[in-house]
């Protein structure tokens, strides 16, 4: 769960959050435009995060972060394509992006509760979370490197999406273990 929310962090908040204004900016795309990108990405993003919430009460947690971090990870391998794709490309990537960008907390906060118990799980969650504090700020400066050493940003949005693809394995094997038993004291 933290090794997948470090890379959440580090495929959201530390990459795209941080950098997409400054790419479109390479790209020839002002900056007004580039924000209003960001935010049509938060609208999708509602109904992205209220539908997995949705979803997480009724399917396996573990196959839905799988989907969304394989989904995640292949938007952000297209998104270097997607500036090349005159009016259309970055609209398409902050649909599916959107759709994507908190989506993965509703399973992992639901496969939090069930591997630590609900005593628990706000504590763990809370370390997960750091995680993903911890993979943003790692991306954010290795794609500043990677943008300084290159002239662009491509090589991490790629790396991004790969990592992304890794953590959409990483959490088929969540939960392969028995689950801690319950804190002293739990009702």
Request: glycine share 14%.
């Given at each position: 769960?933290?090794?997948?929310f470090?890379?959440c962090?580090?495929?959201?908040n530390?990459l795209?959050?941080?950098?997409?204004?400054?790419a479109?900016?390479?790209?020839?795309?002002?900056?007004?435009?580039?924000?209003g990108?960001?935010?049509?990405?938060?609208?999708f993003?509602?109904?992205?995060?209220?539908?997995?919430?949705?979803l997480?009460?009724?399917?396996s947690?573990?196959?839905l972060?799988?989907?969304?971090?394989a989904?995640?990870?292949?938007?952000?391998?297209?998104?270097?394509?997607?500036?090349?794709i005159?009016?259309?490309?970055?609209p398409i990537?902050?649909?599916?992006?959107?759709?994507?960008?908190?989506?993965?907390?509703?399973?992992?906060?639901k496969?939090t509760?069930?591997?630590?118990?609900?005593?628990?799980?706000p504590?763990?969650?809370?370390?997960?979370?750091?995680?993903?504090?911890?993979?943003?700020?790692?991306?954010?400066?290795?794609?500043?490197?990677i943008?300084?050493?290159?002239?662009?940003?491509?090589?991490?949005f790629?790396?991004?999406?790969?990592?992304c693809?890794a953590?959409?394995?990483?959490?088929?094997?969540?939960?392969?273990?028995?689950?801690?038993?319950?804190?002293?004291?739990?009702a």
């Amino acid at each position: 769960l933290g090794g997948s929310f470090f890379i959440c962090g580090a495929s959201t908040n530390g990459l795209i959050g941080t950098h997409l204004v400054p790419a479109c900016g390479d790209h020839g795309i002002p900056e007004v435009q580039a924000a209003g990108l960001l935010a049509a990405m938060g609208v999708f993003d509602l109904f992205g995060t209220t539908a997995s919430g949705w979803l997480s009460d009724r399917y396996s947690s573990c196959w839905l972060l799988f989907w969304y971090y394989a989904l995640r990870g292949l938007s952000l391998m297209y998104l270097p394509a997607a500036f090349g794709i005159a009016g259309i490309g970055l609209p398409i990537f902050a649909v599916f992006y959107g759709l994507d960008w908190i989506a993965t907390v509703p399973p992992t906060v639901k496969l939090t509760a069930n591997r630590f118990g609900a005593a628990r799980a706000p504590m763990m969650f809370g370390w997960i979370l750091a995680g993903h504090q911890l993979g943003a700020s790692a991306i954010a400066f290795l794609a500043g490197v990677i943008r300084t050493q290159t002239a662009s940003y491509d090589a991490a949005f790629v790396l991004s999406g790969g990592l992304c693809i890794a953590a959409a394995i990483m959490v088929l094997f969540i939960g392969r273990s028995p689950a801690l038993a319950p804190a002293s004291g739990a009702a």
